[in-house]
């Protein structure tokens, strides 16, 4: 078994200050990899050592493989965490780390690799007889896309063969539309990710995100941790999650998560990851989406119904330790909501919000926590992300824990500049919300004012 007495921690914000304490819990060390715009952050304050990498555009920092694998080595780290986003799902730091001799706290890099490109990991589902959305083969130009949009039938989604996060993803509702979104998306995906390929899918317009949670020591022992509901979206990036899912009957539970299983004994997965599912919720069937090699923003509602600690799990497991728990051993507890803080103003289209945070007073109490990097005094710097905190709740039931989510997002307190504190408010008293009337389409047709509504 490996040991693992200090972490570079190759990321910033909420995560980098989560990894951390994560560390801290199990008495390992940190070094912060760190750009220039993130040396007053609370994660450099916090990590036993931060060490700069470059200037705060991401390129020339964050994502510079080289420099942060020679800074795990001047350091004397022995591994490193990446994460989410960045590098956390290219195969180079992995690569990299093994070249060193570091440990690379994550999935190996041909499991990255397969399930990062889309089209590969549809093969894979699809050889494991798991149900895919009808689509398409890779589309190359925009007459292959009118021939494939021909054959599955408007409205479809084009989508980024090398992506995730919503980058490169578009909805095609007309044939009329095509050429313009089919141009948006290649040109969105080249500069997301060096890379114009795309594919096409059945648009569902019904739909309900669901994603599983797995745990897998590398050595064909593989638990899940049950679902997260992820389906309040907007322009495709999660606002808000839920575990459990008020959509998922038993039966489908059972389905999914063994699925999820399936596809990472499949590829001999080792570490944390997630599973992606849509669910059509007029057929109630669901199809794999894709697979995310990293932990997820949205975790720790995972955590708070099962009482597991995931990042200190994907520690361990990169350490070599084989106590996984066993899937009896793993049981689901009361119901937990997440919601996104982030530094915007929901009234002029979302706009981002960097700058000086005046006052910072985050709720309190039993079931409350909150994952952050900010405080009062900090500066929102401009070159990223604009998630401030994560707010989460727990609660015996739904009901109660989204009654006690908008009681603590009226006790969050942001001064100097803008936030979506009250928009995420008015989601809480919502009808749709509070019944689970909602769908992925629900935040940009019914609070965002689109004309469109839910059910067409």
């Not at 499991?111 to 050889?127: F, N, P, Q, Y």
């Not at 500069?191 to 590398?218: T, Y």
């Not at 405080?375 to 015996?396: R, W």
């Amino acid at each position: 078994m490996a040991t693992i007495s200090r972490v570079l921690v190759a990321n910033r914000g909420e995560i980098a200050v989560r990894i951390i304490k994560a560390c801290r819990k199990l008495g390992i060390e940190t070094v912060l990899a760190m750009s220039e715009a993130d040396r007053d952050s609370l994660a450099a304050r916090m990590a036993d050592r931060a060490v700069c990498i470059g200037p705060a555009p991401p390129l020339e920092s964050y994502l510079k493989v080289n420099t942060i694998a020679m800074a795990a080595l001047g350091t004397g780290a022995d591994a490193i965490h990446p994460g989410y986003g960045f590098l956390a799902e290219q195969p180079a730091l992995g690569e990299a780390c093994a070249r060193n001799g570091l440990i690379f706290i994550g999935p190996k890099p041909d499991s990255i690799r397969e399930m990062g490109d889309k089209l590969v990991a549809r093969k894979t589902a699809m050889d494991l007889s798991i149900p895919v959305i009808p689509g398409s083969a890779l589309i190359t130009d925009l007459a292959q896309g009118w021939r494939e949009a021909e054959k599955i039938g408007f409205p479809i989604l084009l989508k980024a063969a090398a992506g995730g996060g919503g980058k490169g993803m578009k909805a095609v509702y007309k044939p009329e539309e095509m050429e313009t979104v089919f141009m948006e998306a290649s040109a969105e995906a080249r500069a997301a990710f060096g890379d114009d390929r795309l594919f096409a899918e059945r648009f569902i317009p019904n739909a309900r995100h669901i994603e599983v949670q797995i745990l897998s020591d590398g050595s064909g022992k593989c638990v899940h941790l049950f679902e997260r509901d992820c389906s309040l979206q907007r322009r495709y990036q999660k606002m808000i999650e839920e575990a459990p899912s008020t959509a998922v009957s038993n039966g489908l539970r059972k389905q999914m998560c063994e699925a999820a299983i399936h596809i990472a004994q499949s590829i001999g997965y080792e570490n944390a990851g997630t599973v992606e599912f849509v669910l059509d919720q007029d057929e109630k069937r669901f199809y794999f989406l894709e697979m995310n090699t990293r932990i997820q923003v949205e975790h720790p509602v995972t955590e708070m119904v099962t009482d597991v600690d995931l990042v200190a799990e994907q520690i361990r497991i990169a350490s070599g330790e084989k106590r996984l728990f066993t899937q009896d051993e793993i049981r689901v507890t009361g119901h937990a909501i997440e919601c996104r803080i982030n530094a915007e103003c929901p009234n002029e289209n979302f706009r981002p919000s960097p700058g000086r945070i005046v006052k910072w007073e985050v709720p309190r109490g039993k079931g409350i926590r909150v994952d952050t990097h900010c405080f009062g005094g900090y500066f929102v710097p401009p070159y990223y992300d604009s998630l401030l905190a994560k707010l989460i709740v727990f609660e015996k039931t739904r009901e109660d824990a989204i009654l006690k989510m908008a009681q603590a997002l009226n006790n969050f307190h942001v001064v100097g500049i803008d936030t979506n504190l009250e928009f995420l408010s008015a989601i809480m008293v919502h009808p749709h919300f509070k019944s689970g009337q909602t769908n992925t389409r629900w935040l940009e047709t019914i609070m965002c004012n689109k004309e469109t509504e839910i059910h067409e």
